[in-house]
Antibody, heavy 120, light 106 residues
Framework: QVELQESGPGLVTPSETLSLTCTIS??????????WSWIRQSPGKGLEWLGY???????YYNPSLRSRLFISVETSKNEFSLRLSAVTAADSAIYYC????????????WGRGTLVAVSS | DIQVTQSPSSLSASVGDTVSITCRAS??????LNWYQQKPGQAPNLLIS???SLQSGVPSRFSGSGSGTDFTLTISSLHPEDFATYYC?????????FGQGTKVDI
């Protein structure tokens, strides 16, 4: 079955860039029926959708993060990535990658999540 | 952004009880409302899509209803494994937004 797995550092220094990768196994990122999203969860903000990418490279970002967020896709590796710049403690959260069905905009498959702390 | 408000934020129940959780959107979202269950240390899991469509493998004691701005998740005859936190999410307009969650505990 299809699985998603996040990877990346668990600790990021304030003002630096947070980088995470989501690797898809058991299926293809080039599915026309899905967007590939990043979602984070923190005690203060709950669940927050960050942005998605389509396999063609088209992206849509949450306006609240648009100036700091970049999502890319590497179809040959069946993975997509997140880069969040100028991080602060408020960006500390569990980061999930998730598959989103385009026609109902639900998140039908999630990775296990990776905890990222922003601290010096 | 469309705001999504869940109530209650928590509730206490017993095995065998029927519970309902409501979700209200700040503007109409037709039936673009999804429900998730999250257990400690796990990612959210999609239960119901498009307000009423039960996902494959989800027990039939879970049901969803509503359209427009008001929606309800009902769990009939609570099982021990149902004690968790539940979230709604609107899929009408990006940025997609989630409710703040409802914790169901004993």
């Amino acid at each position: 079955q299809v699985e998603l797995q996040e990877s990346g550092p668990g600790l990021v220094t304030p003002s630096e860039t947070l980088s995470l990768t989501c690797t898809i196994s058991g299926g293809s990122i080039s599915s026309g029926d899905h967007y590939w999203s990043w979602i984070r969860q923190s005690p203060g903000k709950g669940l927050e959708w960050l942005g998605y990418i389509y396999y063609t490279g088209n992206t849509y970002y949450n306006p609240s993060l648009r100036s700091r967020l970049f999502i890319s896709v590497e179809t040959s590796k069946n993975e997509f990535s997140l880069r969040l710049s100028a991080v602060t403690a408020a960006d500390s959260a569990i980061y999930y990658c998730a598959r989103q069905r385009t026609y109902v905009a639900d998140f039908d498959l999630w990775g296990r999540g990776t905890l990222v702390a922003v601290s010096s | 952004d469309i705001q999504v408000t869940q109530s209650p934020s928590s509730l206490s129940a017993s095995v065998g009880d029927t519970v309902s959780i409501t979700c209200r959107a700040s503007q109409t979202i037709r039936t673009y409302l999804n429900w998730y269950q999250q257990k400690p240390g796990q990612a959210p899991n999609l239960l119901i899509s498009a307000a009423t469509s039960l996902q494959s493998g989800v027990p039939s004691r879970f049901s969803g209803s509503g359209s427009g701005t008001d929606f309800t998740l009902t769990i009939s005859s609570l099982h021990p494994e149902d004690f968790a936190t539940y979230y709604c999410q609107q899929g009408q307009i990006a940025p997609w937004t989630f409710g703040q969650g409802t914790k169901v505990d004993i």
